[in-house]
């Protein structure tokens, strides 16, 4: 997979949620006099035909989840041969409007919980016609079929200037979120006019040393033991267990220094952070410790989310690149699963 696509892949594809329901939900707008429908179910695939000619890859995709802000939001900078595109609100707007779209090309139900995250805190979400806010919304796609649901997400000016969109998918294989895979879409949000400096752009610089070492470009999460190897996978009952308690979170060597931020979210859409500006060193792994027995404790689905270049830090690198200042963007996101301790192992004596 090239880098070109990763950068393309930020830009274009995102993931969804809403309810399950063969009506149309519609409401009257006060300014056109025109009816606005909540939900629309079609069966064209929009996005995914589009993909073939913006994505350099051999893999058919036969899904999309994305969050597309309303047009009249969306700013673009040139750089380099491609485009930054990110979100611009007026300087007290307090929602921010799009479309979670969600495209199915297959012959199963993709059903689909949505989160929208601003910095790190859980962002209400509510359809546009209905009056009821909540932490999420929940949809089930049919097979071969795609779906918009108009949505409306409150806005915290004095927030960090970034909303992530991170559409759960209970339907995917059980190890979807290993940590690999492109699970969710983050905006940088322009609400304030923000001066860019020498220092942020030289906090954000940095030369390749060798090429050839260079084993990948992003800190790949993965869950370790007491021994610092991986941690082994037993499946139960349809569901993913450790046959021993995972003890640290591990991040994968990278050519360049940076600082992450880890995030808690479970299925019910609490959010914590759990870690705060974690020093990357180039070249080096790194090594979470975690207190596995309190979350273990918690008998619901969990998830880590991993984040560099939080709000501002996003533009900065972007504007790096532009300027060759880096070789490619840095801007990072991934999710993963914690997977709780086997009862077989204990009760086997292991």
């Not at 200037?161 to 559409?167: D, V, Y």
């Not at 790194?286 to 008998?299: F, G, K, M, R, Y």
Request: some cysteine; glycine content about 4%; aromatic content about 10%.
């Amino acid at each position: 997979m090239s880098i070109k696509f990763l950068f393309m892949i930020t830009l274009v594809f995102i993931i969804l949620v809403g309810c399950s329901s063969d009506e149309t939900l519609q409401i009257n707008s006060s300014k056109s006099e025109q009816v606005i429908t909540d939900i629309k179910t079609t069966n064209e695939f929009r996005l995914l035909d589009s993909s073939k000619d913006i994505i350099e890859s051999s893999e058919q995709f036969s899904q999309v989840k994305a969050f597309i802000p309303d047009s009249n939001y969306m700013e673009s900078q040139n750089v380099q041969d491609g485009k930054f595109s990110y979100i611009k609100l007026e300087k007290n707007q307090s929602t921010v409007l799009g479309k979670i779209i969600l495209e199915n090309k297959t012959n199963n139900y993709m059903e689909i919980q949505s989160f929208f995250i601003q910095g790190n805190k859980i962002a209400q979400v509510k359809t546009i016609n209905s009056e009821k806010w909540n932490f999420y919304v929940t949809y089930n796609v049919k097979p071969n079929s795609s779906v918009e649901i108009s949505v409306e997400i409150k806005w915290d000016n004095e927030g960090i200037n970034e909303l992530t969109f991170f559409p759960l998918d209970h339907s995917s294989p059980i190890d979807r979120y290993n940590g690999g895979n492109l699970s969710l879409i983050r905006y940088f949000v322009l609400d304030n006019k923000i001066n860019i400096n020498n220092t942020d752009l030289i906090n954000q610089s940095f030369n390749l040393d060798n090429k050839s070492e260079i084993s990948g470009f992003f800190p790949i999460p993965s869950w370790v033991g007491n021994d610092d190897k991986e941690v082994e996978y037993v499946v139960e009952q349809e569901k993913i267990f450790t046959k021993n308690p995972i003890s640290k979170l591990k991040l994968d060597a990278i050519p360049y220094d940076t600082e992450i931020d880890i995030l808690l979210i479970d299925e019910l859409g609490n959010v914590s952070l759990m870690f705060e500006k974690v020093k990357i060193k180039k070249n080096q792994s790194t090594l979470i410790p975690l207190d596995s027995e309190v979350l273990n404790e918690l008998n619901i689905k969990k998830y880590f989310i991993i984040l560099n270049n939080r709000g501002k830090d996003m533009l900065f690198d972007m504007k790096a690149l532009d300027l060759k200042l880096k070789p490619f963007t840095t801007t990072y996101q991934s999710v993963i699963e914690f997977y709780m301790e086997s009862n077989s192992n204990h009760l086997s004596g292991e």
